[in-house]
């Protein structure tokens, strides 16, 4: 099974990131074996972060990267845009609609293997952040937060 990696980040972005994003791909690629690339769909952080993977999966081709999906396929179609390779959508069934988006990235945040993000504010990305820490001190695990490096 391959290695993989949640991003997420504020709807606010700034594209400046995007040199960061690619580097930080290319350390968890090339150090940690993170071949699997998790994106959702909302925001600056997501369509840089999916350009990131795009940019770097021209050197390393076994790259793959998925568009988590907060709602079922079937209730809400998604084109893949974006040069991802599919969708992926999580076991939230059961989750009310207006929890879907917290639920589906807090499943990512239990299950990935590593996590790249940019939370720079207080919301839904600080809490998600915060979710993600602590669950990295039972289960060690990378987190990078790039808004410390700017």
């Not at 600056?44 to 568009?67: E, G, T, W």
Request: proline share 7%; aromatic share 14%.
């Amino acid at each position: 099974m391959c290695k993989t990696c949640f991003l997420f980040g504020h709807a606010d972005t700034p594209q400046t990131i995007l040199p960061a994003l690619e580097n930080e791909i290319e350390n968890y690629y090339s150090n940690y074996g993170i071949k699997h690339f998790y994106i959702g769909n909302r925001g600056s952080f997501d369509s840089f972060a999916a350009k990131a993977v795009r940019n770097v999966k021209q050197q390393h081709p076994d790259i793959r990267m998925f568009l988590l999906l907060a709602y079922h396929p079937a209730e809400r179609v998604v084109d893949l845009w974006g040069g991802f390779d599919n969708s992926y959508y999580p076991p939230i069934e059961a989750t009310p609609r207006p929890f879907a988006i917290v639920k589906a990235n807090q499943y990512m945040v239990d299950v990935s293997d590593s996590i790249i993000c940019f939370v720079k504010h207080f919301g839904n990305t600080r809490n998600l952040l915060e979710y993600a820490q602590r669950r990295q001190q039972k289960e060690p695990i990378p987190i990078t937060n790039l808004a410390n490096s700017q």
